[in-house]
T-cell receptor
Framework: EAQVTQNPRYLITVTGKKLTVTCSQN?????MSWYRQDPGLGLRQIYY???????DKGDVPEGYKVSRKEKRNFPLILESPSPNQTSLYFC????????????FGPGTRLTVT | GEDVEQSLFLSVREGDSSVINCTYT??????LYWYKQEPGAGLQLLTY?????DMKQDQRLTVLLNKKDKHLSLRIADTQTGDSAIYFC????????????FGSGTKLNVKP
């Protein structure tokens, strides 16, 4: 089954404790992206990757890092989480830049206290 | 970044039609989308329209695109209680194919 998986689905952590949210897709997609969803703001793009070792900033990259060492994986790293990063995070993948459809993961709800 | 705007709430009665509206600023948009998000779930692609089209119909869903006014709408015919969800409008930038912009979402409440 074609899918995007994220782990963990729920995470409660404390300010300053480094964390990684993993994302994996099994569709051999070139393009992957991370979003955060906040009430009243919709989804905002954090980072995206066009292929292995190629990443770029979205609209809200501050406080986040990403890496793309393998085509299937695109982890989101919070080196020093802060309470304003409490949010619902979605990973998505697309076959390529000209493809119309993004496939979304189930989401990771992160709470930073 | 580009702006995509939607009203936050819509309430309709079961069996009525629902119309959810969206405006956007990116004149170079390539694709425009409607996603559905049910409580506690991810985003499900409902339908999309290419920017050179005016209308697309898919069963109970009708998408209208007015490119001149940068206005997109989603009409759901014979709305059911199972249609209650948040609906997001989104666009894929034509200036940067890697960038997608989402609206804030419209919460549709369907009353029995």
């Amino acid at each position: 089954e074609a899918q995007v998986t994220q782990n963990p689905r729920y995470l409660i952590t404390v300010t300053g404790k480094k964390l990684t949210v993993t994302c994996s897709q099994n569709m051999n997609h070139e393009y992957m992206s991370w979003y955060r969803q906040d009430p009243g703001l919709g989804l905002r793009q954090i980072y995206y990757s066009m292929n292995v070792e190629v990443t770029d900033k979205g609209d809200v990259p501050e406080g986040y890092k990403v890496s793309r060492k393998e085509k299937r994986n695109f982890p989101l790293i919070l080196e020093s989480p802060s309470p304003n990063q409490t949010s619902l995070y979605f990973c998505a993948s697309t076959a390529g830049a000209l493809s119309y459809e993004q496939y979304f993961g189930p989401g990771t709800r992160l709470t930073v206290t | 970044g580009e702006d995509v705007e939607q009203s936050l709430f819509l309430s309709v009665r079961e069996g009525d039609s629902s119309v959810i509206n969206c405006t956007y600023t990116d004149s170079s948009s390539t694709y425009l989308y409607w996603y559905k998000q049910e409580p506690g779930a991810g985003l499900q692609l409902l339908t999309y329209i290419f920017s050179n089209m005016d209308m697309k119909q898919d069963q109970r869903l009708t998408v209208l695109l007015n490119k001149k006014d940068k206005h997109l709408s989603l009409r759901i015919a014979d709305t059911q209680t199972g249609d209650s969800a948040i609906y997001f409008c989104a666009e894929k930038s034509g200036n940067n194919f890697n960038k997608f912009y989402f609206g804030s979402g419209t919460k549709l409440n369907v009353k029995p």
